[in-house]
């Protein structure tokens, strides 16, 4: 095997094992909250943890399942942030698990010349690199708004590690 594609093979191993932790636990979250509470918001500048999960359902299927797996898509991304629910939880939340589930399966098919070639996604001219880590980074920074909020909403301890910095032990996902 030669750096490159042991390099690849490395991205790709670490992005997968991001994405299905970083949906672990957003799916932690929705369990917590009532159905009032996932579609709760602040303020109309907020977004409700329903509305996060469906913009990540949307974002990954634009991203990796459309744009790097071929597979047709038509998004509404507005409409994803103007829902207001109540949209049944477990029926969003299934559904992001089966896009991600899909984007796993594409993402541990890339080699490294789909990493370098250029996709045309959302308006933007980008590399499978770029795209990989757009979808790590993305699904991370809405996980942590999703953590927050349930945290906040349930005063729940929500922590996968210890003091050190450690994974704590039975610390899911």
């Known amino acids: ?5 042991t390099w690849a093979r490395e991205l790709m191993a670490f992005a997968q094992d991001k ?3 970083h949906l ?6 929705v369990q917590l909250l009532d159905a ?3 579609w709760q918001r602040t303020n109309e500048h907020t977004n409700s943890v329903g509305n996060l999960v469906l913009h ?3 974002n990954v299927r634009q991203w990796v399942v459309s744009g790097l797996g071929g597979t047709p898509c038509e ?3 507005p409409a994803e942030f103007a829902q207001r629910g109540p949209l049944p939880a477990r029926r969003i939340l299934c559904e992001l698990e089966q896009v991600v589930q899909r984007a796993l399966s594409i993402l541990g098919a890339l080699d ?8 045309a996604i959302q308006g933007y001219d980008v590399s499978g690199v770029a795209v990989v880590f757009h979808i790590v980074e993305h699904f991370s920074w809405h996980t942590g708004q999703i953590v927050h909020v349930t945290k906040m909403l349930r005063n729940v301890d929500l922590s996968l590690y210890d003091a050190q910095g450690h ?6 996902p």
């Open 112 to 119: 490294e010349a789909a990493l370098l070639r250029r996709y």
């Open 24 to 29: 672990a636990q957003t799916a932690r979250c």
């Open 36 to 38: 009032a509470e996932v």
């Open 19 to 21: 994405l299905a932790r």
């Open 56 to 58: 990540l359902t949307g």
């Open 1 to 5: 095997m030669t750096a490159t594609e």
């Open 75 to 77: 998004r509404d991304r």
């Open 167 to 172: 994974r704590a032990p039975g610390g899911a």
